[in-house]
């Protein structure tokens, strides 16, 4: 594909809501062969043409864990950023959990913003992420969680979780509190009739789905609805790998996957930084503790590596976490506060010790403390567990990778996964 010098010419853009859920999408378009590019701000023109063999242009936010004032101030300046890059379809990328509520992370608020931003009559939303273990059966949210797969508010940590806790399985219900827009759903009856019609007179369309068949499907129904310049979906990266297969069978891809880029060498050594308080990754600390990481349980008064450094440098990986679990978690008024604090002691550990390999877990905390590092972009390195990739950081004084991952990813000894990537190489 020819792309001009001046400005890659776009086919895909997207905001994502968080961090995590940002690398999300950029794994989704990267392994359905679409180059892409993830800026931690929005882009100027010089610095979409340092990336101007991509064709798929992402931002990471963080409004996911911000009030809709904040949203209502900085969300419009961002979509018409995303409107001037110019791609037909542009993501507002959400978590397939869908955790939000009216007061923080409003996903109604974004709908309401982004409708007026790209004059759509109505907004397709389509939460579910089969690939992720996520589905949306008759408006009702479903996820996995170990070996069993609950309704989103009975759900072990998503009903729990400390900031937007999920009370309400159906999203058509969940929604209406966030939006004075009309909402309306497409059921999986709906989605796969061969007599789809429309819902009429609807600001949201939440749409079903099971599997990623229907994903596919749903990617065809709102493409061809297509009305205005740009079309704006609220969604998951279920919506995005749904597109990228409707864009495959239309013969507007390569067949094939993406390779993956080249890892820096490995160190044999691993920095974490963890803020998520969920059971997988209370699991994940606790078996890495086991398997010989230094860990290091951070004081939210008094921040402290605690010999962090000296322990890397000595060839040791190290987990820098602010709690085991819920149980163990503290009460803190203002978390983006303590996250980007995280992030400052991050930095500071990064460059003391040399470490090039690093993983932040949990959604606010990399949303937050990775903006403390000053990195620019990130783009696709390599796959690890489905939503949270191995992604190379530019901007950086030297070789820096990072995953990014939401408290929910990853098996028990994801640490010791990332850790050891590559080592064969």
């Known amino acids: ?32 062969g679409v180059s892409a590019v993830l800026f931690l701000r929005p882009p100027e023109p010089e610095d979409l043409c340092q990336f101007a063999g991509c064709r798929a242009i992402g931002i990471a936010g963080e409004s996911r864990s911000r009030s809709p004032e904040w949203m209502r101030r900085e969300l419009p300046r961002i979509f018409h950023r995303l409107r001037e890059i110019g791609a037909p379809v542009v993501q507002y990328k959400v978590c397939s959990t869908f955790d939000s509520s009216p007061e923080t992370g409003s996903i109604g608020c974004a709908i309401d913003i982004g409708r007026d931003v790209f004059a759509n009559e109505s907004v397709s939303v389509v939460p579910a992420a089969p690939l992720l273990g996520r589905y949306v059966v008759f408006g009702n949210l479903f996820a996995g969680a170990g070996d069993g797969v609950y309704r989103i508010d009975r759900h072990p940590s998503m009903s729990l979780h400390p900031i937007t806790p999920m009370d309400e399985g159906d999203l058509l219900v969940h929604l209406a509190r966030q939006t004075a827009s009309q909402v309306t759903g497409v059921n999986l009856l709906q989605l796969r009739s061969n007599e789809f ?62 390779a993956e880029a080249q890892a820096f060498r490995s160190q044999g050594r691993l920095l974490v930084l963890a803020g998520s308080c969920s059971p997988a990754t209370e699991r994940q600390i606790r078996h890495a503790l086991r398997c010989g990481f230094y860990g290091v349980k951070l004081d939210p008064a008094d921040f402290d590596a605690g010999g962090a450094v000296e322990q890397l440098r000595s060839g040791r990986s190290v987990i820098l976490y602010s709690a085991l679990g819920h149980a163990d978690r503290v009460e803190i008024a203002d978390r983006p506060a303590l996250a980007f604090a995280m992030g400052r002691l991050l930095r500071e550990v990064i460059l003391a010790s040399g470490v090039n390999r690093v993983v932040v877990a949990g959604g606010d905390t990399a949303s937050y403390a990775t903006r403390e590092l000053g990195i620019s972009a990130l783009t696709f390195t390599a796959t690890l567990v489905r939503g949270a990739p191995l992604c190379r950081a530019y901007g950086w004084p030297g070789e820096l990778e990072m995953v990014l991952k939401g408290g929910q990813i990853g098996p028990e000894n994801f640490f010791e996964q990332v850790l050891t990537y590559g080592e064969e190489a």
């Open 1 to 32: 594909m020819t792309v001009g010098r001046e400005q890659p010419r776009s086919v895909f853009s997207f905001y994502g809501d968080d961090l995590t859920g940002s690398t999300d999408a950029l794994e989704s378009l990267a392994a359905n």
């Open 197 to 258: 019609a429309w819902p009429s007179n609807s600001g949201a369309v939440v749409f079903d789905g099971l599997e990623p068949a229907d994903m596919a499907q749903s990617a065809q129904r709102i493409c061809g609805r297509r009305a205005a310049p740009q079309t704006f979906v609220v969604g998951s990266s279920g919506f995005t790998y749904g597109l990228m297969d409707y864009w495959r069978a239309q013969g507007c891809l390569p067949a094939g996957n993406a």
